[in-house]
């Protein structure tokens, strides 16, 4: 960015966050005549969903939807991106809000960079992939994955040799290695929030054994796994490369648990285990699949029917609370599952790979910055959730998506309508208003001139 341009930029709306809630909001908005900028933390805009494989109840292909919204965003004639951006400041103006913004440095020139690769090619150091969650391998330059958008290279500059490999190979002369941290003021009327969600960490709980048994994986991992554009290009045990004959998934292993802090239900892991369960019967037919459940939770339309068919497909239901997961030793990779039933009774059942159905968590903090605090449950509070939930109780600034509490894409995509339909509003009362007080002024002056 150059130094004319590091000025304070002025848009109409600022959406934080470039997950599929943040894109539906700044199109919305966007659509409508208003200059939106959208700041995303990450090399590029996508969010989860574009990691994922299909969505739930239709089997429709994640990538398939979100990569066209996610080249809406950035062609459109309305929208700025600044990806690899993060807000640090927001204070209040008196045109709406000033945010302060890092951009983080590429070390890659955004302007001349044609996403050619090249660079990749020639980068000698192999590195665990962040985008597979460190199950498939990339290089140290690289475009973020296949269908990032922007198509600009990122180079992790902690874990570069500096051998010029990359600069040399680089049609465009792009790599720049003094790229310094900079920061720049964005402008906007309303600012919508939409700064997603993670999900609980794999080794939460230490009983199921997740981080030192290999081939215990959490349902994002197995989503990588099952995408066309995973780390393998099928499923495979991370720990020995062979494939499972027998899939377990422990339900509830990030949410509904006291002893993680964690007590409200994610809404989403019921579903996205059938969903799983269903994918993985048709890439391994003759593969055991036991789901381990406390509750099937099938809230939305057509959920219930999608229940009903895993279960016909062939998928195992069994109801029990696991309470530990064990192996034998390295040479024999079983898993045990430790487990009381309906009647009270332990059992144990052994499976070759297990997935733990991990719960949403929030992202991120929005009180230092934002100066909204965090509701019970750790996302953003909504101060009337039945009423306006994408409103909260700092005028100006609305949230959508799981910024605001665990919900599915559907639910993410309808709030984000209702964020941008609330944030048009605010911005015509305020505009409205500003209208009157100068016609009001205007009114004295030529009383008082009289």
Same mark, same amino acid.
């Given at each position: 960015?150059?130094? %004319?341009?590091?000025?304070t ?15 539906q909001?700044?199109? !919305?908005?966007?659509d ?16 989860k969903?574009?990691?994922l ?13 979100t990569?066209?919204?996610?080249? %809406? ?9 600044f ?10 103006s008196?045109?709406?809000?000033n945010a ?29 992939n962040?985008?597979?969650l ?37 049609p ?7 790229q ?37 994986? !959490? ?6 796994l ?22 377990a ?5 990030g ?11 994610s809404r ?8 799983? %369960? ?5 890439s ?21 029917q ?14 029990g ?19 009381? !039933?309906?009647?009270g ?18 992202s ?10 965090a ?11 039945n ?34 339909m ?19 002024a205007e ?8």
């Amino acid at each position: 960015m150059t130094e %004319a341009e590091m000025s304070t930029l002025q848009f109409d709306a600022l959406v934080v966050g470039g997950g599929i809630a943040g894109m539906q909001a700044a199109l !919305d908005l966007a659509d409508q005549g208003y200059q939106v900028a959208m700041v995303e933390k990450d090399a590029s805009i996508g969010g989860k969903m574009i990691a994922l494989s299909k969505v739930f109840p239709t089997l429709d292909c994640c990538s398939c939807i979100t990569t066209p919204k996610m080249s %809406a965003v950035a062609h459109h004639d309305n929208i700025r991106l600044f990806t690899y951006c993060e807000v640090q400041a927001v204070e209040e103006s008196e045109a709406g809000f000033n945010a302060t913004v890092l951009q983080k440095p590429r070390y890659v020139d955004e302007e001349t960079c044609t996403g050619c690769r090249q660079c990749e090619y020639a980068c000698p150091i192999d590195l665990q992939n962040p985008f597979d969650l460190n199950m498939g391998a990339t290089r140290a330059v690289r475009v973020p994955f296949s269908t990032a958008v922007p198509q600009i290279a990122v180079l992790d500059i902690d874990n570069c040799i500096l051998c010029g490999k990359c600069e040399k190979a680089c049609p465009v002369g792009c790599i720049d290695f003094s790229q310094q941290p900079e920061t720049f003021t964005l402008e906007a009327d309303t600012i919508v929030l939409a700064t997603g969600f993670e999900t609980t960490p794999r080794d939460a709980k230490k009983e199921y054994g997740a981080g030192e048994l290999k081939n215990v994986i !959490d349902g994002l991992m197995m989503e990588r796994l099952l995408a066309p554009t995973g780390p393998y290009g099928r499923i495979l045990r991370p720990g020995d490369g062979k494939e499972p004959d027998s899939i377990a998934y422990v339900q509830c292993a990030g949410s509904r648990d006291q002893t993680l802090g964690v007590e409200y239900c994610s809404r989403v892991c019921c579903m996205y285990a059938i969903k799983q %369960a269903m994918l993985i019967s048709g890439s391994l037919p003759m593969a055991d699949i036991t789901i381990y459940y406390m509750d099937i939770r099938t809230f939305g339309k057509g959920y219930e029917q999608f229940y009903q068919n895993a279960k016909a497909m062939g998928v195992e239901f069994v109801r029990g609370k696991v309470a530990k997961i064990t192996q034998d030793d390295h040479q024999n990779p079983v898993l045990r599952l430790e487990m009381a !039933d309906e009647d009270g009774k332990v059992v144990e059942r052994t499976h070759d790979m297990v997935v733990l159905s991990v719960g949403m968590l929030p992202s991120y903090n929005t009180e230092p910055v934002y100066r909204i605090p965090a509701a019970d449950d750790g996302f953003v509070y909504v101060p009337e959730p039945n009423m306006a939930p994408c409103v909260t109780n700092r005028k100006g600034i609305f949230v959508t998506g799981a910024a605001a509490g665990p919900m599915d894409i559907v639910d993410s995509i309808v709030m984000a309508g209702a964020a941008a339909m609330e944030a048009t509003a605010y911005i015509l009362e305020k505009r409205e208003q500003a209208e009157v007080q100068e016609r009001n002024a205007e009114e004295k002056m030529e009383v008082a001139n009289v």
